[in-house]
């Protein structure tokens, strides 16, 4: 069974930055996608930003130019700078590895972007 231990939630003001961090307990080349989702209250999961084996990147429109995701391979270890954040990005995150063998997820890690 893999595990994703996620870090670097918190409180931020608007127009702060945060780094997420998502460390996995398997070798990152093992998997074929990687991603942050978010949920706020009411409102159902979503995508954030993905990035494939291959190291191509997808964002949400709503993140796009404020966001970027990376890995560091030697540490299986994927990543969520978040900067110029609003109030709208307060969620939960989540990151979820795939590959053909299974579907994981973190056990979610709260943003808060509030004055």
């Known amino acids: 069974q893999v595990q994703l231990v996620e870090s670097g939630g918190g409180l931020v003001q608007p127009g702060g930055s945060l780094r997420l961090s998502c460390a996995a307990s398997?070798?990152?080349?093992?998997?074929?996608?990687m991603g942050w989702y978010r949920q706020a209250p009411g409102k159902q999961r979503e995508l954030v930003a993905a990035?494939?084996?291959?190291?191509?990147?997808n964002y949400a429109d709503s993140v796009k130019g404020r966001f970027t995701i990376s890995r560091d391979n030697a540490k299986n270890t994927i990543y969520l700078q978040m900067n110029s954040l609003k109030p709208e990005d307060t969620a939960v995150y989540y990151c979820?590895?795939?590959?053909?063998?299974?579907?994981?997820w973190g056990q979610g890690i709260q943003v808060t972007v509030s004055s």
């Open positions: 398997a070798t990152i080349f093992s998997f074929d996608l």
């Open positions: 979820n590895f795939r590959r053909v063998t299974g579907d994981y």
């Open positions: 990035i494939t084996s291959g190291g191509s990147t």
